[in-house]
């Protein structure tokens, strides 16, 4: 399971088949502790438009990315994951590069995403790929959330 080569991406409008959902709640569920997987689906179920992206190795999913419209014209990157083992490969990358892909073609002026100083990883995955800053804000739960954006050519 350990080969690059073995990568394949896929890409669903809404949720994908239950074993590859199954698959990206498992790896959400190992990343992020304590938060749960079991509202992803509902809270996608209330989205006219979602995109959800997976990389697959060796039929397991290894890698995620879920957005969905947040406004005309705005699409908001809410939440992704690539299992450490398969860290520093690139899979995060390519996925982020996907789903901008498809947010151009279906006429999105925007994607705007929220992350936490903590993930230094995300936060400069984001600006490498072409995110500012454009604020801060604390959550319900007292934590510091930075916002960044990204307009598309």
Not at 63 to 73: A, L, S, V
Not at 82 to 94: N, Y
Not at 122 to 128: C, E, P, S
Request: a positive charge; one cysteine or more.
């Amino acid at each position: 399971m350990d080969d690059l080569m073995m990568n394949e991406y896929l890409s669903f409008e809404g949720l994908p088949e239950p074993g590859c959902w199954n698959g990206l709640c498992r790896l959400h569920d190992s990343i992020f502790t304590g938060q749960g997987s079991s509202t992803l689906s509902q809270e996608l179920k209330k989205r006219s438009c979602c995109l959800v992206q997976v990389a697959m190795a060796a039929d397991v999913v290894v890698g995620y990315k879920i957005g969905y419209e947040d406004r005309t014209h705005r699409f908001y990157s809410w939440l992704g994951g690539v299992d450490p083992a398969f860290r520093g490969r690139g899979i995060a990358s390519e996925l982020m590069r996907r789903q901008h892909e498809w947010c151009r073609d279906h006429g999105y002026h925007a994607i705007r995403t929220h992350t936490k100083n903590k993930w230094r990883d995300m936060l400069i995955l984001n600006i490498r790929h072409g995110f500012d800053v454009i604020g801060t804000y604390t959550d319900g739960k007292g934590e510091s959330k930075i916002i960044l954006e990204k307009r598309l050519g």
